[in-house]
């Protein structure tokens, strides 16, 4: 079975801090996407990573790929109180293109 | 607006009732997903679409679940007497679906909340 491991599970903290949270799993993928829902809301999209090692950018959100293409990254600079949501990592299921395996999310809640 | 959308937003039904739920994807995308999500976990997989045949259920859909897209548009899915476990955020996404690997971009609409009481 695929998995995807997002850690921390949860995270509080203060408005202006950076942070970083984590999406492991022990099979290489093809891609990986990142998504944010908001409460009563569903997943919007925020970026696909292809290659490994690639960093993608998102005005404060930097999103990176693993080397190895089994790992990834989201770091938030100055987290203000809208980033706060369900951060949700994505990846194909044994890399079919046809079917989206999701982690069980990072809740990310920013205080003003 | 173009988006994914879903009907009911909210549900309120009693057990044993039967429920629908309808999916309107983004027009030019042929696959249609249905996803439930439950308090702290991260969507699940329940079935796919392309165009109007299912191509896949995951062992989570039970027999009292059912999925249509019968023109290979808008989708619904049923639930027959419901249970309380049933209670959860129903997703629905569509995709374009591009090349092997290449990266399954998926759509979501705001969902349809359930509550069986």
């Known amino acids: 079975t695929q998995l995807l491991e997002q850690s921390p599970q949860f995270l509080s903290i203060q408005e202006g801090e950076n942070l970083t949270v984590y999406c492991n799993s022990s099979?290489?993928?093809?891609?990986l996407q990142w998504y944010r829902q908001e409460p009563g809301e569903g997943p919007v999209l925020l970026v696909t990573?292809?290659?490994?090692?690639e960093v993608k950018k998102l005005k404060r959100l930097t999103f990176q790929f693993g080397d190895a293409r089994k790992d990834s990254s989201l770091h938030i600079t100055a987290a203000q109180p809208g980033d706060t949501g369900l951060y949700l990592c994505?990846?194909?299921?044994?890399?079919?293109?046809?079917?989206?395996?999701f982690g069980k999310g990072t809740r990310l809640h920013i205080l003003p | 607006d173009t988006g994914v959308s879903q009907d009911p937003r909210h549900k309120i039904t009693k057990r044993g009732q039967n429920v629908t739920f309808r999916c309107d994807p983004i027009?030019?995308?042929?696959?249609l997903y249905w996803y439930r999500q439950t308090l702290g976990q991260g969507p699940e997989f329940l079935t796919y679409?392309?165009?109007?045949?299912?191509?896949?259920k995951s062992r989570l859909l039970s027999d009292r679940f059912s999925a249509e897209r019968p023109k290979g548009s808008f989708s619904t899915l049923e639930i027959q007497r419901t249970e309380q476990g049933d209670s959860a955020m129903y997703l629905c996404?569509?995709?374009?679906?591009?090349?092997?690997?290449?990266?399954?971009?998926?759509?979501f609409g705001q969902g349809t909340r359930l509550t069986v009481v």
């Open positions: 996404a569509s995709s374009l679906g591009y090349g092997q690997g290449g990266g399954t971009e998926a759509f």
């Open positions: 099979s290489v993928f093809s891609s």
């Open positions: 990573v292809v290659t490994g090692g």
């Open positions: 994505a990846a194909p299921y044994e890399n079919r293109d046809d079917k989206i395996i």
């Open positions: 027009s030019e995308h042929n696959r």
């Open positions: 679409f392309q165009n109007e045949a299912q191509l896949e």
